[in-house]
């Protein structure tokens, strides 16, 4: 008779027999390379975790390998695991949307523990409003969100948020938080954000469509929401058929446009689009960089639109400025802007001062919405220079900060001590990319006035 009692009893567990997890491996290097979601069963055949992955055979693959370490709560889980269905998806944000529904509808008892208890991202469409917001919330329960149509809930916010950055390439939904109102006739004064002219967004704050188009567009999001790609499409197409043959000519090209953005959807951009590629080398990972550095500022809402500022003169002659634009972590050079300083020669300050008062006077009077980052080259006296200005406006920008060569120290409205990052902090690494690229963008300008000068050209 043994004496020796299971290590569960003690609150251990036995590590998976390594036969079970070889016939495991071995049935999930069957699986195809595409997107899907995963559910692990136990030995009566009940889900206990379903999972998303972009590639369904090296996803499933990684939990099996002798070599995994999938940290504590899930290698617990390993114990559990008897055999796993798969679902294959057309796409990484249908497998996204398929998790959510499945882990709704069955509850596995592992995605409720490795969550601890936190509360799940969900989306919100405010249909109740003349032109419906598309939110990611963990609040849906919020007044602001009363009579919204609620997607979730879902288990990775990042995951959710690239989803829905994706399809707003599509439906060109806003996800401002602006009033925006059908009877207001101000609006054709308002100068939209940069997701309008990136063709992100339709721009309904500067009545560039009317309301019962966009409401269209949103129907169609929802619809597509519900439905597999292929599917939709099918739908799209004959949508679009019909409105041809009605003579409308219009909603006939918005369908075209539509079909094909979604028949590109992995399209990744290149020159064609506006961006500058190269400058893309200085740091690894955009999303990696905009989330980094939204964590360091503390941001509740992610950072989409990043803005820097910088000024370039040689001895106080021929001093110049430079605004350029990062959108989603990539510059976007038709939005670059260069200033020949006028009010000052020799003050850094004044120059910014300048710069900032020229570029943001009508997001100060409420005309326009600000960047979510406003970035100045320099230390704390250029970050006080730009505050100055912008303690005069009515309207205030939501993140100023600045960056100071030599230590990399990011000041902040926020903080009277400086934040001092690690080099390798993709945070820190996107904006020195853009700081730099501001100084490069000034000094570019600064050589063009000189040589001018010294040639006697106009």
């Given at each position: 008779m043994s004496l020796q009692r299971p290590a569960r009893r003690f609150g251990f567990d036995m590590p998976a027999p390594r036969e079970k997890l070889d016939r495991l491996l071995e049935k999930a290097h069957q699986l195809p390379r595409t997107p899907g979601v995963y559910l692990m069963k136990d030995t009566a055949g009940v889900v206990i975790y379903v999972g998303k992955a972009a590639r369904l055979k090296d996803r499933v693959a990684s939990y099996f390998q002798p070599s995994a370490d999938l940290g504590f709560k899930k290698q617990q889980m390993l114990d559990f695991i008897d055999d796993f269905d798969t679902l294959d998806c057309e796409t990484e944000w249908e497998a996204l949307l398929t998790e959510n529904r499945l882990i709704k509808d069955t509850h596995p008892r592992f995605n409720a523990r490795l969550i601890d208890d936190k509360t799940f991202p969900y989306l919100a469409i405010t249909l109740k409003d003349d032109f419906p917001g598309v939110f990611v919330t963990r609040s849906p329960q919020d007044e602001e969100f009363k009579g919204a149509k609620i997607f979730g809930p879902f288990t990775s916010v990042y995951a959710l948020r690239e989803s829905l950055q994706i399809l707003q390439q599509v439906f060109k939904f806003r996800t401002c938080h602006l009033d925006i109102r059908d009877d207001d006739e101000k609006r054709v004064h308002f100068r939209p954000c940069l997701l309008y002219p990136i063709k992100q967004c339709t721009a309904p704050c500067a009545a560039k469509i009317t309301k019962e188009k966009y409401r269209a567009?949103?129907?169609?999001?929802?619809?597509?929401?519900?439905?597999?790609?292929?599917?939709?499409?099918?739908?799209?197409?004959?949508?679009?058929?019909?409105?041809?043959s009605e003579l409308r000519f219009e909603d006939a090209a918005t369908l075209r446009d539509q079909i094909k953005a979604i028949e590109k959807l992995d399209h990744r951009a290149d020159r064609k689009d506006g961006w500058q590629p190269e400058t893309e080398s200085l740091y690894v990972d955009p999303q990696k960089g905009l989330a980094s550095l939204q964590r360091t500022l503390g941001l509740d809402e992610p950072i989409r639109c990043l803005e820097a500022i910088d000024i370039a003169h040689l001895g106080g002659n021929e001093t110049v400025g430079s605004k350029v634009?990062?959108?989603?972590?990539?510059?976007?050079?038709?939005?670059?802007?260069?200033?020949?300083?006028?009010?000052?020669?020799n003050d850094d300050y004044k120059a910014i001062q300048e710069v900032v008062s020229r570029r943001y006077r009508d997001a100060g009077a409420g005309q326009e919405l600000y960047p979510d980052v406003i970035l100045i080259d320099g230390g704390l006296g250029q970050l006080h220079a730009a505050l100055e200005v912008f303690n005069d406006v009515d309207v205030r920008p939501p993140m100023v900060i600045s960056l100071a060569k030599k230590e990399e120290l990011i000041y902040t409205q926020a903080k009277s001590e400086p934040i001092k990052l690690g080099r390798d902090n993709a945070g820190?690494?996107?904006?020195?990319?853009?700081?730099?690229?501001?100084?490069?963008?000034?000094?570019?300008?600064?050589?063009?006035?000189?040589?001018?000068?010294m040639l006697g050209e106009k």
């Open positions: 567009d949103i129907d169609r999001f929802i619809r597509f929401l519900g439905s597999k790609r292929s599917v939709m499409l099918r739908e799209m197409k004959q949508d679009m058929e019909k409105a041809s634009c990062f959108v989603d972590g990539r510059p976007l050079k038709n939005e670059y802007r260069r200033y020949k300083i006028n009010t000052v020669d820190l690494k996107l904006c020195q990319a853009i700081r730099d690229e501001a100084h490069r963008f000034a000094q570019h300008y600064h050589h063009i006035l000189r040589r001018k000068k």
